[in-house]
């Protein structure tokens, strides 16, 4: 069993969890992912690594509450287990021959960026960090990305917090300020994704987009996670999760994103209700 | 005396308006009286035809001769002789093709139900009281298995039995293989194959699940640093393939693997299960092998009118006899000679319909297989909310890739000679790895097979 030995609340949303994970601990790089189950009659999600100890043998995960089983697990505290945890999953970040990256992260999409941002800087490599989300309320981990950026830029949709407006207007700025990027790399929301992805084709700047699609056992056997990326599909659990940000079909993933709304609303607020009962 | 009639007893069953709603077990196995009737049918044949059809060798006669006179543990312990999982054989092997196929008694009449006798022989020793079993003394040897399927299954289970202290290494959080996330309930209780599970734990088998060989550990680690000397890499045929059409990543496609392991391994089928699945209300299932039937009745049993779209004829189905039957008796609408070219989408980016393309079969070639060409300009468009590509699977690329100096076929499989020897030392493989998506009979045959060689490996080192 995979002992919770620290949580704790970002935001009201956002939930930090580390969990006791030795062997997924040894071997985890920034980039890769997890999969979970809450209990035994749980749903399998992926969530990525956003810090390893491999001395203490701790995976950090960082969650955003946005239905059943992620509500499931905000519920649990320190001390109790969780079913199952498996990985590390997916491809690490590349990251050979890097000089300078813009990392461009968006809501919870931050805490996967985040532990990319840290690596890179580890490496030497200067990195800008451009992270945006709706209001002052919702920001996370910016004294981490401070701590692993040699330019932070961060932003709100409603000006609560940095300055007003979105990643794509900021990074815009930057390279039109003269600013040389070997490679974007963007993690968040499909939406904004497509737009940052849409903003350095045309500045021909190579990116790369962290996918995180519908999975089930993360080891390429289902097929659930496919994606087409220039043409072709793929397998983001096996392949990815990161792919070149200028081939992806955001669209067709938007879609496939969308394949259970109705249940999973169903799901959540009978969870939600579960959790009112007992308190 | 023997029973010369004909017929073999038939297999109580589920009425098939009531089981096509249901996900309990279709078949209810024979009672003592219907086995005894049954094993008075075989003419106990010197030359035991029966035993050349079946892969591991059963000593057919001499079972059935055992059950005749009502000694079913007897009966038992001469099946486990050459199978590690008679319940799971007993219910899924294609017997028709195999031993029941060489059956003298098939000559003139029905063949003896060998399979029916032999699940009949394990659920009665399922049901007896357990009894503690005799652990081995153990050898001070330690061996790997990855993959719990019935190869990796069979694998652990000799070594075990000879003393080795064996580790089943298994990506996902229940042991099994296809067992568990593939065959359904209703034709494989789930219970049969955690009991088989359970008799190996009893062994003294260590089970590690959520553990992804080439992710959280390499097959050079287990070697090198956590003293592994010998591993057996069961790891199966899970890749699915799909037709590369146009729609094939609309909303409602599904591989039959994500269909089949939402519904057995998340029981997505149960009321209130945490895992969705969308079966639509009409189904157009891709391919005829013993998969497509299944995702077939599985999505029949979810609500859905449930069309098989195979490009070949009834003739060609790959899939069991039996499993054909069950499928149509249950409702299952076939639509032979057809060839999907692409799925429709409808404004939001779901399954709309899937375009076929109609064919016909030419004349044998030189082989003497006739193919299925397309006849130009007949098309049909069936209506559909949900498909299900169920046209094969090859191995997982996973272990190859971090795995230096094992060789693998062009299509993935793994090299593998007649022990299971890879081309790494002290590294065995079988089953689906080896051989591409086969039979559980021939995964478990290749476990056993690669655990003798495995022992001598290690005796002799
Ligand atoms: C490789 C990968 C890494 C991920 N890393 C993180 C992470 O570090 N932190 C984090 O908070 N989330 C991450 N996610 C997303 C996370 O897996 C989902 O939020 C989670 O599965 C939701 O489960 P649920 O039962 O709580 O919600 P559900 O009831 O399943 O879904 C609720 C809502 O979330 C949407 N949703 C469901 N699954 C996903 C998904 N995979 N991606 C985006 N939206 C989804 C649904 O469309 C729905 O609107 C990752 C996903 C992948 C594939
Ligand atoms: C739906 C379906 C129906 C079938 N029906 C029949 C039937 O009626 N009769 C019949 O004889 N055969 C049938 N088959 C075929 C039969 O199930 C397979 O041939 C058999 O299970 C192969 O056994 P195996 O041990 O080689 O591999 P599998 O059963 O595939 O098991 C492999 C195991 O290895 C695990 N694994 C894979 N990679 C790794 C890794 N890197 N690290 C750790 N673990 C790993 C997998 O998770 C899996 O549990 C069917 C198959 C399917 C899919
Ligand atoms: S294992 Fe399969 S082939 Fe062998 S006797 Fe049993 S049913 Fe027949
Ligand atoms: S061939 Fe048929 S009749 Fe002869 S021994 Fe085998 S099962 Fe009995
Ligand atoms: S999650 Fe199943 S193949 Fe990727």
């Given at each position: 069993m995979f002992e919770i030995l620290e949580k704790r609340s970002l935001n009201p949303t956002v939930t930090l969890m580390r969990i006791n994970a030795p062997k997924v601990a040894r071997k985890a790089e920034p980039g890769q992912f997890i999969i979970l189950r809450t209990d035994a009659d749980g749903e399998r999600i992926p969530l990525t690594i956003a810090d390893f100890d491999r001395q203490s043998g701790s995976v950090t995960i960082i969650f955003q509450i946005v239905g059943a089983t992620t509500e499931k697990l905000n519920h649990l505290n320190e001390g109790d287990c969780l079913q199952d945890f498996v990985g590390p999953l997916g491809r690490a970040t590349e990251t050979e021959g890097l000089k300078k990256v813009a990392v461009v992260g968006g809501g919870v999409g931050c805490a996967i960026a985040y532990p990319v941002a840290k690596k890179l800087h580890e490496l030497g490599v200067e990195v800008h960090s451009i992270v945006g989300f709706r209001n002052k309320d919702l920001v996370i981990l910016e004294d981490e990305f401070k701590a692993s950026s040699s330019k932070f830029v961060l932003m709100s949709d409603d000006g609560t917090a940095g300055e007003k407006g979105l990643v794509t207007d900021a990074l815009k700025k930057l390279i039109d300020s003269g600013e040389k990027y070997d490679r974007v790399i963007t993690i968040g929301p499909l939406i904004m994704m497509k737009f940052v992805c849409k903003l350095t084709k045309e500045y021909g700047v190579p990116t790369v987009a962290s996918m995180n699609p519908i999975m089930i056992d993360?080891?390429?056997?289902?097929?659930?996670?496919r994606l087409t990326v220039g043409g072709e599909t793929k397998f983001a659990c096996v392949d990815g999760p990161e792919f070149d940000g200028h081939l992806i079909d955001f669209d067709e993933a938007m879609a496939r994103g969308a394949m259970y709304k109705p249940f999973e609303r169903h799901a959540y607020e009978e969870a939600c209700n579960l959790f009112k009962e007992v308190k | 005396m023997a029973n010369m009639s004909p017929t073999r007893n038939e297999m109580p069953v589920q009425a098939p308006d009531v089981r096509n709603?249901?996900?309990?077990?279709?078949a209810l196995g024979y009672t003592e009286e219907q086995a005894i009737d049954e094993a008075k049918r075989c003419l106990n044949c010197k030359n035991k035809p029966c035993s050349t059809g079946c892969p591991v060798q059963i000593d057919i006669p001499a079972f059935i001769a055992q059950v005749a006179e009502g000694n079913f543990a007897e009966a038992y312990k001469i099946i486990t002789k050459s199978s590690s999982l008679p319940a799971v054989c007993g219910r899924v092997c294609p017997q028709e093709t195999q031993c029941e196929s060489k059956c003298v008694r098939g000559i003139k009449g029905e063949p003896v139900a060998i399979g029916r006798l032999e699940r009949f022989v394990a659920d009665w020793h399922n049901a007896q009281p357990e009894t503690a079993p005799e652990i081995p003394a153990k050898n001070g040897h330690k061996a790997a298995v990855i993959g719990s399927g019935p190869s990796g299954l069979a694998c652990a289970g000799d070594l075990a039995k000879k003393g080795y202290d064996v580790t089943i290494f298994e990506a996902?959080?229940?042991?099994?293989g296809v067992l568990s996330y593939g065959i359904p309930e209703f034709r494989l209780p789930k219970s049969i194959v955690q009991k088989e599970i359970g008799g190996l734990k009893a062994l003294g088998v260590k089970v590690e699940t959520n553990t992804v060989v080439g992710k959280t550990i390499s097959v050079d680690e287990l070697m090198k640093e956590e003293g592994f000397e010998s591993v057996f890499i069961g790891s199966g045929a899970g890749l699915p393939r799909f037709m590369n059409i146009p729609g094939e990543n609309l909303n409602g496609v599904y591989s039959a693997n994500e269909f089949l392991t939402r519904i057995n391994l998340m029981k997505a089928y149960k009321e209130g299960s945490a895992t969705p699945i969308k079966a639509g209300t009409k189904a157009v299932i891709v391919g005829g092998g013993n998969v497509a039937m299944d995702a077939a009745r599985c999505a029949k049993r979810l609500g859905a009118e449930v069309y098989i779209v195979y490009r070949r004829t009834e003739a060609e189905l790959p899939a069991r006899a039996e499993e054909v039957e069950h499928a149509k008796e249950e409702g299952i609408i076939f639509k032979f000679l057809t060839n999907p070219i692409e799925i429709q989408a409808t404004e939001?980016?779901?399954?709309?319909s899937v375009h076929c393309q109609q064919m016909e079969l030419s004349e044998p070639d030189a082989s003497g297989r006739a193919k299925p060409v397309p006849i130009e300009g007949a098309f049909v468009d069936i209506e559909a909310d949900c498909v299900i590509m169920s046209i094969g699977t090859s191995p997982n690329p996973l272990i190859k890739s971090t795995t230096a100096g094992l060789d693998t076929q062009k299509w993935g499989g793994i090299i593998a000679d007649e022990d299971g020897l890879t081309s790494k030392e002290g590294v065995y493989a079988g089953g689906d790895a080896v051989t591409g998506a086969a039979t559980v009979i021939l995964a478990m045959g290749a476990g056993k097979k690669a655990a003798a060689a495995m022992d001598k490996y290690m005796q002799n080192k």
């Amino acid at each position: 069993m995979f002992e919770i030995l620290e949580k704790r609340s970002l935001n009201p949303t956002v939930t930090l969890m580390r969990i006791n994970a030795p062997k997924v601990a040894r071997k985890a790089e920034p980039g890769q992912f997890i999969i979970l189950r809450t209990d035994a009659d749980g749903e399998r999600i992926p969530l990525t690594i956003a810090d390893f100890d491999r001395q203490s043998g701790s995976v950090t995960i960082i969650f955003q509450i946005v239905g059943a089983t992620t509500e499931k697990l905000n519920h649990l505290n320190e001390g109790d287990c969780l079913q199952d945890f498996v990985g590390p999953l997916g491809r690490a970040t590349e990251t050979e021959g890097l000089k300078k990256v813009a990392v461009v992260g968006g809501g919870v999409g931050c805490a996967i960026a985040y532990p990319v941002a840290k690596k890179l800087h580890e490496l030497g490599v200067e990195v800008h960090s451009i992270v945006g989300f709706r209001n002052k309320d919702l920001v996370i981990l910016e004294d981490e990305f401070k701590a692993s950026s040699s330019k932070f830029v961060l932003m709100s949709d409603d000006g609560t917090a940095g300055e007003k407006g979105l990643v794509t207007d900021a990074l815009k700025k930057l390279i039109d300020s003269g600013e040389k990027y070997d490679r974007v790399i963007t993690i968040g929301p499909l939406i904004m994704m497509k737009f940052v992805c849409k903003l350095t084709k045309e500045y021909g700047v190579p990116t790369v987009a962290s996918m995180n699609p519908i999975m089930i056992d993360g080891t390429g056997m289902c097929g659930g996670c496919r994606l087409t990326v220039g043409g072709e599909t793929k397998f983001a659990c096996v392949d990815g999760p990161e792919f070149d940000g200028h081939l992806i079909d955001f669209d067709e993933a938007m879609a496939r994103g969308a394949m259970y709304k109705p249940f999973e609303r169903h799901a959540y607020e009978e969870a939600c209700n579960l959790f009112k009962e007992v308190k | 005396m023997a029973n010369m009639s004909p017929t073999r007893n038939e297999m109580p069953v589920q009425a098939p308006d009531v089981r096509n709603k249901n996900f309990s077990e279709v078949a209810l196995g024979y009672t003592e009286e219907q086995a005894i009737d049954e094993a008075k049918r075989c003419l106990n044949c010197k030359n035991k035809p029966c035993s050349t059809g079946c892969p591991v060798q059963i000593d057919i006669p001499a079972f059935i001769a055992q059950v005749a006179e009502g000694n079913f543990a007897e009966a038992y312990k001469i099946i486990t002789k050459s199978s590690s999982l008679p319940a799971v054989c007993g219910r899924v092997c294609p017997q028709e093709t195999q031993c029941e196929s060489k059956c003298v008694r098939g000559i003139k009449g029905e063949p003896v139900a060998i399979g029916r006798l032999e699940r009949f022989v394990a659920d009665w020793h399922n049901a007896q009281p357990e009894t503690a079993p005799e652990i081995p003394a153990k050898n001070g040897h330690k061996a790997a298995v990855i993959g719990s399927g019935p190869s990796g299954l069979a694998c652990a289970g000799d070594l075990a039995k000879k003393g080795y202290d064996v580790t089943i290494f298994e990506a996902l959080h229940v042991a099994g293989g296809v067992l568990s996330y593939g065959i359904p309930e209703f034709r494989l209780p789930k219970s049969i194959v955690q009991k088989e599970i359970g008799g190996l734990k009893a062994l003294g088998v260590k089970v590690e699940t959520n553990t992804v060989v080439g992710k959280t550990i390499s097959v050079d680690e287990l070697m090198k640093e956590e003293g592994f000397e010998s591993v057996f890499i069961g790891s199966g045929a899970g890749l699915p393939r799909f037709m590369n059409i146009p729609g094939e990543n609309l909303n409602g496609v599904y591989s039959a693997n994500e269909f089949l392991t939402r519904i057995n391994l998340m029981k997505a089928y149960k009321e209130g299960s945490a895992t969705p699945i969308k079966a639509g209300t009409k189904a157009v299932i891709v391919g005829g092998g013993n998969v497509a039937m299944d995702a077939a009745r599985c999505a029949k049993r979810l609500g859905a009118e449930v069309y098989i779209v195979y490009r070949r004829t009834e003739a060609e189905l790959p899939a069991r006899a039996e499993e054909v039957e069950h499928a149509k008796e249950e409702g299952i609408i076939f639509k032979f000679l057809t060839n999907p070219i692409e799925i429709q989408a409808t404004e939001d980016g779901w399954v709309k319909s899937v375009h076929c393309q109609q064919m016909e079969l030419s004349e044998p070639d030189a082989s003497g297989r006739a193919k299925p060409v397309p006849i130009e300009g007949a098309f049909v468009d069936i209506e559909a909310d949900c498909v299900i590509m169920s046209i094969g699977t090859s191995p997982n690329p996973l272990i190859k890739s971090t795995t230096a100096g094992l060789d693998t076929q062009k299509w993935g499989g793994i090299i593998a000679d007649e022990d299971g020897l890879t081309s790494k030392e002290g590294v065995y493989a079988g089953g689906d790895a080896v051989t591409g998506a086969a039979t559980v009979i021939l995964a478990m045959g290749a476990g056993k097979k690669a655990a003798a060689a495995m022992d001598k490996y290690m005796q002799n080192k």
